[in-house]
């Protein structure tokens, strides 16, 4: 357990340094509180000094004046507590500081561990998340007009004369990850430790997908167990029987996790029920009923990952049997998990009309979000300051030629 909870004002430089990333943390009591337990003194003065790139041991050494022999066990000790990212490549470690969300804060849970107070983490996640409504985390990480995150479709329930991308396509960002784990779900986990289970019988463990070079490094530190394709599919056929929304990163090209998420335990979909209705980027369609096929039987209504099926306007005061859903299109994410438990087949996906194309990759996405939140100049301005400082401390033979 970290050392800081009696001079939790040595906790602000971190705190700092964490919100110069396009997610960052608003300061509260409770936050503090969850940072004084995930980080030792000396890591949070380590942590406080990383640029906002990947940065090498003797790089960072200069920048903590820390030396590298000293350094180094501490970076271990915060690789394997998923407060930073060690990242081989050829021959050359670099470290990269991990936001708090995405990052840290779900490390923290992707595993069973007896090295924190888990279930005191637990109740002050939750707190901490759903503080302040828009003034708190919660706008912070949902507010923006770019999302951090995006729904999938299923692809078996959309129109027959539709096509979707295969960033669109759940099975194909699986097939084309060049490494794949699967790991425990954040949010199942965290409830767990609440004392709740997922209402819709969603495993805890072995659910939830992370790919690429983050997965690589989360298999390293034993945050997750790398899997086949075949094995991936499989869990996603597990999780679309469950009627589960499919969620990734909102990029075109090489996202790094693929979750399945619930009404009950996600943090994602309890966003949008709080009144973040855009905050989780939708599919390019729309959930509709055809009224004269719904007999309001309540299994769509039960199903939806959003709760955004009701009843339609008017229908309390109508009888039973005249009763029909009605689905809110500015909440609905056109994932298509209610479609397979309607019997009636009541319920369709169309076109939505108006859909915004995802950024291409993390760095364009990052850079939308920090220009809306207006961040970027000073985001630009702290990576030119870092590259000048690197380049004032090489020494002359760094410049000779090979």
Known sequence: MGHLLSSKSSLIPLIDRLNRYPIGLVDSEKLREILSILFTEQEALVASKFPLEEVTLDELSSLTNIDSSLLLPQLEAMAN?????????????????????????????????????????????????????????????????????????????????????????????????????????????????????????????????????????????????????????????????????????????????????????????????????????????????????????????KTCNVKCIGISKGGRNRIKSDRRASIDPGICLGCGACISVCEKQAITLIPRKRHRVPPKNKGRMFARILWEKGRLPSFVASRIKYKLSIFSRRKPADYKKV
């Open 81 to 301: 507590k998923g407060l930073v990212m060690d990242l081989p490549y050829s021959g050359t470690t670099y470290y990269l500081l991990m936001p708090g969300l995405i990052g840290f804060m779900e490390f923290t849970f992707m595993r069973k561990r007896t090295d924190l107070p888990m279930k005191k983490l637990a109740v002050l996640m939750s707190e901490y998340l759903a503080e302040n409504g828009p003034k708190g985390q919660a706008g912070e990480f949902f507010g923006s007009e770019t999302q951090l995150t995006r729904a999938l479709v299923y692809k078996e329930h959309i129109p027959t004369d539709s096509q979707i991308t295969s960033y669109e396509d759940a099975r194909e960002i699986i097939e084309e990850a060049d490494f794949r784990a699967v790991t425990h779900c954040y949010c199942r986990h965290k409830k767990e430790h609440l004392g709740k289970e997922c209402r819709k019988g969603a495993p805890v463990e072995e659910t939830c997908m992370v790919l690429g070079s983050g997965a690589r490094f989360l298999v390293r530190r034993g945050f997750a167990t790398e899997k086949t394709k075949e094995e991936l599919l499989a869990i996603l056929e597990q999780a679309s029987s469950l009627n589960l929304t499919h969620v990734t990163d909102n990029i075109r090209s090489k996202p790094s996790f693929l979750c399945n998420c619930c009404r009950c335990c996600c943090e994602l979909m309890a966003g949008i029920q709080m009144g973040f209705q855009d905050g989780l980027a939708k599919t390019p369609f729309v959930a509709v009923v055809d009224d004269a096929g719904c007999d309001y039987c309540g299994d769509c209504l």
